[in-house]
């Protein structure tokens, strides 16, 4: 390469071009051995100049006047989570080399590792300033009788303002009448709205004028009212709360076990200051200041101003008290299984990364007869060196030309009920005066071998799968209507497993115990569902299945937030 073509190319760091002139022009006057030659080829390379580059913009957008370095971001943990998002796909394109897929797998380990991670989250807490001490605020010699008159203007939006039965978006936040001195004072501050984007406006500030007009004497709605006849500019004049609250934003993630609609909740303080939001959503909780109303945003949403919710305590309260008017005893919903429903209102959730080498086993439930049985013996099928069950365990004798822990793991009735007691079964019963169960070390002893474990154990056994150390990926099969379900298994000659002794069809009284069964596990178990694959048609319900495991794989989840501290 000669010298002009080095010049000429503007993407080359000019640093390192000088350096390659002077060692070309000293070529003649210099032993030409491999060190020379090496050197000359790596000051060529446009991944040199590259990272030189990359040096420079960094260097030059964090080295300050003063010598001091500030951070480029202070969200690095975020910016991680989203490489890792980028580079998952990147992992299972077969187009790829192999290169780049082992790369984006070294990627993927490191950034995952709670030494990198630690790292990443040290950073920003010095990049957020979390380390300031926080220091009391400076008295201010006045008057006694003087107050603390502080004015702040903001422009008018289409943020709400509590106070009327039919609110008006205003500024982003809520006022209400103080109980004891009859003061307009502001009430909440709504996270991403005007007034908290101000920073000037804050919880228990009393209002005394707006836009020059005087609120002594009156309502919340009267306030509204002026601001309503507002237009652009809006000026507050406010006396200053005696201690300001603190409107940083929590990191905590939940996921919603039931609908909301902002508009039909008759105890909401603001409806247009409501989120909506349905089961299953991903909410980012941004503040729990309020015993009673959240300020939440939906995950990925790009309104950065947040909405009320119902707290988690007022959520339980409203639940209990529509099932006590129902006639339930929900501190006592038991049946002869002595299953007892949660009130499921939020969980606190956190994003689970695939990990190598490391499977989450795949747990069906369902109602009996609904075809759990042929979904996981076809999921083995399709790749038995990568899909294993358990051996189940019993305490029945051997028979003839049966292997011990092929079939079954058999023991003594003694040993089995030892750790049955011990809690070391998953689920477990009785049949035809022999026990049979699923330990909970078989389940771990597939996952750490790098297997994924396939399970379809009684519903019940959640309660036990459902852990930190089994990370199970709960599907649920779920039958189509009665209907339709009488129909699909008539029409496919499917054999009735409610009658081990005779090969014959469902009768309908067995259709509508899995009908009966379905609705119990939904009632007690529905928040506990990843995926829901209703099986009217065999061959599509598998389809849906498959293609739910392949996003397990590839994908990062929501889980329970102790699975991944």
Known sequence: MSTALVMDNRNWDPALSR???????????????????????LLQK?????????????????????????PVVDSSVQAALEALADVLPLIEQPKKSWDSRQNGQELLTLLQTPHIQGLLYAHDCIAQKDYYPVLPEVPIDIDEDEETIKIVQLVKSNEPLEGAKSAEPIV??????????????????????????????????????????????????DVLQILQNSEGTITFKLVPADAKGNLRES????????DYCATSDPYIPCKEAGLDFEKGDILHIVS???????????????????????SRAL??????????????????????DFDREEIATYEEVAKLYPRPGLQR????????????????????????????TTIPFTTRPIKHGEINGKEYYFVSREKMEEDIAAGKFLEHGEYKGNLYGTSADSVKSIINAGYVCILNPHYQALKMLRTPDIKPFVVYIKPPSFDILKETRHEAYARSTFDEANSRGFTDEEFEEIERSAARIEFLYGHWFDEVIENADLSIAFEHLVQAVQRLETEPLWVPASWVQ
Not at 46 to 70: P, Y
Not at 251 to 258: G, L, N, Y
Not at 369 to 380: A, Q, W, Y
């Open 251 to 258: 990191k905590v993630r939940v996921r919603a076990h039931f």
């Open 19 to 41: 350096l390659l002139v002077t060692l070309e022009e000293s070529r003649d006057d210099l032993p030409c051995t491999e060190e020379f030659a090496f050197l000359s080829e």
């Open 361 to 388: 086993p795949v747990v069906l439930i369902g109602p009996p007869g609904i075809g759990r049985n042929e979904l996981k013996r076809r999921l083995m099928a399709l790749d038995p060196d990568k899909f294993k």
């Open 46 to 70: 446009q991944e040199l100049h590259s990272l030189v580059h990359i040096h420079n913009k960094v260097l030059a957008s964090t080295n300050t006047r003063d010598g001091r370095f500030n």
């Open 172 to 221: 982003g936040a809520t006022i209400k009448t103080d109980e004891e001195t009859g003061k307009i004072v502001i009430a909440r501050i709504m996270h991403g709205g005007a007034a908290d984007r101000s920073g000037l406006i804050h919880v228990g500030d009393e209002v005394v004028e707006v836009n020059n007009i005087c609120t002594e004497g009156k309502s919340p709605n």
């Open 288 to 310: 729990q200041d309020d015993a009673y109303w959240w300020q939440a945003r939906k995950e990925y949403d790009r309104n950065m101003r947040a909405g009320l919710i119902p």
């Open 315 to 336: 959520q339980e309260k409203r639940i209990v008290h529509e099932r006590s008017l129902k006639g339930l005893d929900v501190a006592n919903l038991e049946n002869d």
